[in-house]
C-alpha cells in the first residue's frame, strides 16, 4: 500500500499540474513583459467588462420610459455622453495613480481610510456582481433562442461557467484572456454589422421619430408637467446605470498592462469608451426606430437581432451568432471581476483590511484566495436571486456608482487643493465636478426607486463587508501594539563578550532558525533557543524567504528591493548571533510559496549540516479564537510537518502576544 500512494499522489499532482498549469520562473527577465497586457488584449480582459453591460444597461433603461419611448432619443445621447465624461475622468486616474488599484486607493489616498474601506468593500461586492451578472447575462442571452421549458436550467448552467472561469483565472490572466480573445471579436463584428444596419434600413424612420419626440414632449408637459417629464427621463437614466458599471475595470487593472502602463491604460480606455458609447447609444436608438417591445423569454438585443436578420439567407442563424456571441462576451465580462475584485482584495489585505494570506500568489503568480473567494460568492449569488439580471444589476449599480463617486469626490478635492501649483486645475476639477454629479444623481435615485427590489441587500452585504474589515483591522492593530514592544525591547539587545568571527563548521550542532524580516519576534526567537537550550549550539543559520505578494510584484525594480531588504535583515540577525559567541551564516530564496521554499531550504541545509535542527517562531494567543487561523497563517506547523516527515527535528518555539 505504501508503494501506491506515492504513485497516486503523483498522478493526482499532474493533473492539477496540467489543468491549472506549472509555475511561473520568477527569475526570468522577461517574466513581467510576458505576462503583461497589450492594450487589445487590455481591451478584451478588462473592457469587455464595459462593453458587456450593453447587454443589459439600456434595456433596463428602455423598459423604465414605458410608453414615453420617444425619450429614447435625449437617452442614447446622454448614455454617450456620460461613457465619454466618466471614462475621461478616470483616464485622469490612470495618470496620477498608475500602479493601479482603483477606486480604494483612490479613495484611501486621497479622502482618508475610511473611505476607502468603504469604496474598497463596494469594490469587493461589486466585482463578485460583475461575475454573477455577466454570467447570469449571458445565460438569458443564449436560452433565449431555447424553448422556455428549458430555462430552469439557467442558474445549474451558469454555475458550471463559474467554475469554468475559476479555473481559467488560476491559471493566470493573460492565458484566460487569450482564450476568450477570440469571442470577443466576433461580438466586436457581428454587433457593428447588426447596428449599422439597423439604423441605416430605418433611415427614413428618423424625421417621423424627430416629430414624435417634439409631439411627446408638448402631450407630456400638458399632462405631467416639464417637472414630471425630467423625473421620467432622470429614472430611465439611474435605471440604466448598468450601462457604465465597467468602466473603472481598467483603472483597477494596470498591474498587468505592458509598459508604458499608463499609456496602454489610457489606450485602453479609448478603445473601451469608444466601443460602449456606440454600442449603448446606437442600440437604444435601434429600440427606437423599430419601436422593439418586450418578448418573453428574449432579451430586446435577440427581438432586434431576429427582426433585422429574418430576412437574410440563413437569418435565423445569423440571429443566433449575434446573440451567442453577445452571451458569450458576458462570460469574458466575469473576467474583470476576477482580475480586479482579488486585486482590490489584495490591496486591502497589504493595508490589513482583510486576511493577509489574500495578497499572497499562487506558483502561476495568481492571487489563488482570491479568485476562488470571488468565485464561490458569485456562486451563492446566482442560486440567491435564481439568475435574476433585474434583480443583479440593482444590487450591481448601486456598489458601482458608490465607488464612482467617492473616486470623483476624491480627485475633486484633489485638485482643489493643487489649484496653486497646477495652472489647468479648473478644467481638470471641472471634469470630476460633473462626473460626481452624475454619479450621486444615479446612485440616489437608484437607492429610492429599487431599496425594496435588491437594493436594501446589496447594502446590507456592503455595510457587513465594511463591519468585518474593521474587526480584522482591530485585531492585526492589537497584534502590532503587541509586537511594537517586542520591537522597542529586544531590537537594541545589549551583547558582550567577543564577536564571533569563525566560519560556521559543517560537523558541528546547528540551530537553523527561519525568520521574515528583523524584528522583535525573529529576535525572541533566537534567544529562546539559547535559554532553553544553554550551549547546545555552536552554528545559527538563518533562513528567509522573500514572499512575493501582490504589494511587491509590480516590476523588477520592486522585487529587487524586496530581496534586498530581506538580505540586510538577515545580515543583521548573522550579526546579532555573532555578538553573541555564534558561528552564523544565513540561506535565502525569493518565492511565492513560504513553506515549500522554506522546507526545500531546511532540506538543504540539513544535508550539509547533520547535526542540525530546525527552530520558528510562533504566535500564541492567551485564548486561541475560531478566527486566529484565518487571519494568521499556520506556516510554522505546515513547515513542521513536512520537515519531521523527512526525519529533520522541528521546534516551534511560541511567541506571546497579549491583546
Not at 509598459?259 to 458609447?277: D, I, N, W
Request: glycine fraction near 8%; charged fraction near 15%; aromatic fraction near 10%.
Amino acid at each position: 500500500m505504501n508503494d501506491k500512494k506515492p504513485a497516486a499522489e503523483s498522478w493526482l499532482q499532474r493533473c492539477i499540474r496540467t489543468i491549472l498549469g506549472g509555475p511561473k520562473h520568477l527569475k526570468d527577465p522577461q517574466l513581467f513583459h510576458t505576462m503583461s497586457l497589450i492594450p487589445i488584449l487590455a481591451w478584451v480582459g478588462l473592457g469587455a467588462d464595459g462593453l458587456s453591460s450593453s447587454a443589459y444597461g439600456p434595456e433596463e433603461a428602455f423598459r423604465a420610459l414605458g410608453s414615453h419611448t420617444y425619450l429614447a432619443l435625449l437617452l442614447a445621447a446622454f448614455t454617450a455622453l456620460t461613457v465619454f465624461i466618466i471614462s475621461y475622468a478616470y483616464s485622469r486616474i490612470i495618470e496620477h495613480f498608475p500602479h493601479g488599484g482603483g477606486g480604494y486607493i483612490v479613495a484611501t489616498h486621497l479622502l482618508g481610510e475610511k473611505a476607502g474601506v468603504v469604496s474598497g468593500s463596494a469594490l469587493l461586492v461589486d466585482y463578485v456582481m460583475t461575475i454573477t451578472i455577466s454570467i447570469a447575462s449571458c445565460c438569458d442571452a443564449i436560452f433565449s433562442y431555447l424553448p422556455v421549458s428549458y430555462h430552469h436550467y439557467k442558474v445549474p448552467v451558469a454555475c458550471l461557467l463559474t467554475i469554468l472561469l475559476i479555473i481559467l483565472n488560476v491559471r493566470g490572466v493573460k492565458e484566460s484572456v487569450t482564450v476568450l480573445a477570440p469571442i470577443f471579436m466576433i461580438f466586436v463584428v457581428t454587433h457593428l454589422i447588426m447596428l449599422v444596419y439597423g439604423v441605416s434600413i430605418h433611415a427614413e424612420r428618423f424625421a417621423p421619430v424627430l416629430n414624435d419626440f417634439g409631439s411627446g414632449i408638448r402631450h407630456d408637459a400638458s399632462s405631467i408637467g416639464m417637472i414630471g417629464i425630467m423625473l421620467l427621463f432622470l429614472r430611465a437614466y439611474s435605471l440604466g446605470g448598468g450601462t457604465y458599471t465597467g468602466i473603472e475595470a481598467v483603472s483597477n487593472g494596470l498591474q498587468i498592462m505592458r509598459e508604458p502602463r499608463v499609456q496602454t491604460g489610457k489606450r485602453t480606455m479609448v478603445y473601451m469608451a469608444v466601443s460602449l458609447a456606440f454600442t449603448a447609444g446606437v442600440l437604444l436608438l435601434c429600440y427606437l426606430l423599430m419601436a422593439v417591445k418586450p418578448v418573453e423569454g428574449k432579451t430586446l438585443n435577440a427581438v432586434v437581432a431576429d427582426a433585422l436578420f429574418s430576412s437574410w439567407p440563413m437569418g435565423r442563424w445569423i440571429a443566433f451568432i449575434t446573440i451567442f456571441s453577445e452571451g458569450a462576451l458576458l462570460l469574458v465580462a466575469a473576467q474583470a471581476g476576477f482580475v480586479d475584485g482579488p486585486r482590490v482584495m489584495s490591496n486591502m489585505a497589504i493595508d490589513s483590511w482583510f486576511p493577509h494570506r489574500f495578497a499572497a500568489l499562487s506558483e502561476r503568480l495568481t492571487m489563488r484566495n482570491g479568485i476562488l473567494l470571488m468565485g464561490t460568492a458569485a456562486i451563492a449569488l446566482l442560486f440567491y436571486t435564481g439568475g435574476s439580471v433585474s434583480a443583479l444589476v440593482v444590487m450591481y449599480s448601486i456598489n458601482v456608482f458608490i465607488t464612482f463617486s467617492l473616486s470623483q469626490l476624491g480627485m475633486s478635492r484633489f485638485f482643489i487643493r493643487r489649484r496653486e501649483e497646477d495652472p489647468q486645475w479648473i478644467r481638470h476639477l471641472s471634469v470630476h465636478l460633473v462626473g460626481l454629479v452624475l454619479c450621486v444623481t444615479i446612485l440616489t435615485i437608484t437607492i429610492f426607486e429599487k431599496f425594496t427590489e435588491g437594493g436594501w441587500m446589496t447594502l446590507l452585504i456592503t455595510s457587513i463587508v465594511i463591519g468585518l474589515c474593521y474587526l480584522i483591522k482591530q485585531h492585526y492593530l492589537r497584534v502590532r501594539r503587541g509586537m511594537a514592544q517586542l520591537d522597542e525591547t529586544l531590537l537594541d539587545f545589549p551583547t558582550s563578550g567577543p564577536v564571533n568571527t569563525a566560519p560556521v563548521k559543517h560537523a558541528d550542532p546547528t540551530a537553523i532558525q527561519l525568520v521574515s524580516g528583523y524584528s522583535g519576534f525573529g529576535v525572541h526567537t533566537l534567544l529562546s533557543i539559547l535559554t532553553t537550550f544553554p550551549k547546545t549550539y555552536k552554528n545559527v543559520i538563518f533562513v528567509s524567504v522573500a514572499m512575493i505578494d501582490s504589494g511587491s510584484f509590480k516590476g523588477r525594480e520592486e522585487m529587487a528591493a524586496l530581496e534586498q531588504s530581506v538580505k540586510e535583515g538577515l545580515e543583521k540577525y548573522v550579526n546579532l548571533a555573532r555578538r553573541l559567541g555564534f558561528a552564523a551564516d544565513y540561506r535565502m530564496a525569493v518565492a511565492t510559496d513560504v513553506v515549500e521554499s522554506a522546507t526545500e531550504l531546511c532540506r538543504q541545509i540539513a544535508e550539509v549540516f547533520p547535526r542540525s535542527t530546525v527552530f520558528t517562531g510562533q504566535l500564541t494567543f492567551r485564548l486561541e479564537k475560531f478566527y486566529h487561523k484565518m487571519l494568521h497563517n499556520e506556516t510554522a506547523f505546515a513547515i513542521q510537518r513536512r520537515l519531521q516527515w523527512d526525519g529533520l527535528t522541528t521546534v516551534i518555539l511560541p511567541i506571546r502576544v497579549r491583546i
